[in-house]
């Protein structure tokens, strides 16, 4: 009789070479799925900035303040919960600032990275929940891309196990860091049977994550942080039973990991945020109209033809302001900026202009252009016409009230054939007609629609 093999038909194998050198230069793979991982944060960060009015190239100025922030959190965070290899003794204190060698933690990456977006989107005049909500998708986007370098690491994995995807792991060679330890024969050794392959499962994961805050984010339209805080607690989900799996060397608190911790409190401060913090999505339009490139005055052959084909270049804006998704679309389509504060109007009559709740005067705005003062104890037509306020201008800027004068009474103001453009305007005890409300478009003017 022929006993079964023990040996598993199937295995998932591991590099055993995770440092090359380029001249006196280590390329270190674990390096290199950090930086892929940023890349692919900072291309699926920017594409949903630029969707909610943040100018181009924001998320490179965020990202200038954020990465440094998150790497030197990742790195107190580790030294912290990992005291024994640095200080005390027989510790190297001098080792804690060796961030080549490898002592990451993720907990730590997000705390710092927040405050390095934190200090850049006050810069930018972004609010930080704005920032949070766009990076929600690519921020488990990146930790799957940089769970491949502990795979280049053989490291982060778990338990023994016969299961086909079980992992071989080298062992690798301490006075040659980043190399496996090699027999005499020169082949790599490896670690006795197989392993859970933990860093795959959390990337799988974390992939998972990234598409579930898509869809809620897209279905519920998120705002407000909320969807950043769906991350954090599909992310801190995983990890707890991912983190049960490990057997690499941890800190425990209660016979249970330090990171098994960490993962249950930060997944229920996300969830009282995200219960509790409600409001509609969040969108930018810029303080003021951004700044636009002057044509170079002269002769024409002094004009660079080459520059005005490829178009004028994107000036960021000084700051941004809140608005809904209602009139962030009006503003994409339009290019008119909304009103700073909107005021209480309805839908549009059928000349265009906006009309009103109950009573006209209700719509007065210090900060907006179509502000009138309805004042006087007889009749409505003595208005008070401020420095840089004109109501009832027409598209080209023509003052359509011909009659109107200041301190006197306004008799036939804009009277015509057209009686549907009257408009009647109650003030004090008296009554005036206004014509001319709406300009050749159809839209109101000084309105916001």
């Known amino acids: 009789m022929t006993l079964a093999p023990m040996t598993p038909l199937a295995a998932m194998p591991s590099p055993s070479t995770a440092v090359w050198q380029l001249g006196p230069?280590?390329?270190?793979?674990?390096?290199?799925?950090?930086?892929?991982?940023?890349?692919?944060?900072?291309?699926?960060?920017?594409?949903?900035?630029?969707?909610?009015?943040?100018?181009?190239?924001?998320?490179?100025?965020?990202?200038?303040?954020?990465?440094?922030?998150g790497i030197i959190g990742a790195r107190i965070y580790h030294v912290i919960t990992s005291p024994e290899k640095y200080f005390g003794d027989g510790g190297q204190p001098l080792k804690a600032f060796a961030i080549w060698e490898g002592g990451l933690g993720i907990w730590g990456a997000v705390a710092g990275g927040a405050v390095g977006a934190w200090i850049a989107a006050r810069q930018l005049g972004i609010p930080l929940t704005v920032v949070a909500d766009a990076l929600a998708p690519g921020m488990p986007l990146a930790q799957a891309v940089g769970r491949l370098g502990n795979w280049f690491n053989n490291e982060l994995y778990g338990g023994r196990t016969s299961l086909p995807w079980g992992l071989e792991v080298h062992v690798m060679d301490p006075d040659n860091p980043g190399h496996a330890l090699r027999d005499d024969a020169g082949n790599p050794v490896l670690q006795p049977g197989l392993y859970h392959p933990t860093f795959?499962?959390?990337?799988?994961?974390?992939?998972?994550?990234?598409?579930?805050?898509?869809?809620?984010?897209?279905?519920?339209?998120?705002?407000?942080?909320?969807?950043?805080?769906?991350?954090?607690?599909?992310?801190?989900?995983?990890?707890?039973w991912i983190e049960l799996m490990r057997t690499d060397e941890a800190n425990h608190i209660l016979g249970v990991r330090l990171n098994v911790w960490t993962a249950a409190l930060v997944f229920l401060g996300a969830l009282a945020y995200f219960v509790r913090v409600r409001g509609p999505r969040e969108y930018l339009v810029p303080v003021g109209e951004p700044g636009v490139p002057v044509t170079p005055a002269g002769d024409v052959s002094q004009v660079d033809l080459a520059a005005r084909e490829a178009g004028a270049a994107t000036v960021a804006p000084e700051g941004y302001r809140v608005v809904t998704e209602e009139q962030f679309r009006a503003y994409r389509e339009t290019g008119a900026l909304p009103p700073a504060e909107p005021a209480a109007t309805?839908?549009?009559?059928?000349?265009?202009?906006?009309?009103?709740?109950?009573?006209?005067?209700?719509?007065?705005?210090?900060?907006?252009?179509?502000?009138?003062?309805?004042?006087?104890?007889?009749?409505?037509?003595?208005?008070?016409?401020?420095?840089?306020?004109?109501?009832?201008?027409?598209?080209?800027?023509?003052?359509?009230?011909?009659g109107a004068t200041r301190g006197g009474d306004v008799a036939g103001e804009g009277t015509g054939s057209d009686a549907a453009d009257d408009r009647t305007v109650t003030g004090g005890t008296g009554e005036a007609e206004r014509a001319g409300r709406a300009d050749a478009g159809g839209r109101p003017a000084d309105r916001d629609s």
Not at 42 to 49: H, I, P, Q
Not at 224 to 234: C, E, I, K, P, S
Not at 392 to 397: E, I, N, P, V
């Open 25 to 69: 230069v280590p390329i270190r793979a674990y390096a290199l799925c950090i930086i892929a991982g940023i890349v692919a944060a900072c291309v699926v960060t920017e594409y949903r900035l630029r969707r909610r009015g943040v100018a181009p190239g924001a998320v490179l100025d965020i990202a200038v303040w954020a990465v440094p922030a």
């Open 200 to 240: 795959l499962y959390e990337l799988i994961w974390n992939v998972g994550v990234a598409a579930l805050v898509l869809l809620l984010d897209r279905k519920l339209r998120l705002g407000r942080g909320r969807a950043f805080a769906l991350y954090v607690m599909g992310y801190t989900a995983g990890r707890f």
């Open 346 to 402: 309805g839908g549009p009559d059928s000349d265009g202009a906006a009309t009103g709740a109950d009573d006209p005067t209700d719509r007065a705005d210090a900060d907006a252009d179509a502000d009138q003062d309805a004042t006087g104890g007889g009749d409505v037509a003595d208005r008070d016409v401020t420095a840089g306020e004109v109501s009832g201008r027409d598209a080209t800027g023509d003052v359509a009230d011909r």
